[in-house]
């Protein structure tokens, strides 16, 4: 599995962090940071965290 964050979208509101903190997190300066290839087992978080996502900013491929 292979997460992708379009930076360019992504405004930091924190949902997938909520949805899959795992996976997503956000820095010191809150500003997103995530795993780019987690383990398998988190994909249904990882899934939540791309749904939930108001700007629709992240995917799940793979």
């Not at 360019?8 to 997103?32: K, M, R, S, Y």
């Amino acid at each position: 599995m292979k997460i992708t964050v379009d930076l360019n979208i992504c405004q930091d509101h924190g949902q997938c962090v909520f949805a899959a903190p795992e996976v997503f997190t956000l820095d010191e300066d809150g500003h997103l940071a995530y795993v780019e290839a987690p383990d398998e087992s988190l994909r249904a978080d990882a899934e939540d965290a791309a749904d939930v996502c108001p700007l629709q900013a992240i995917r799940v491929e793979g």
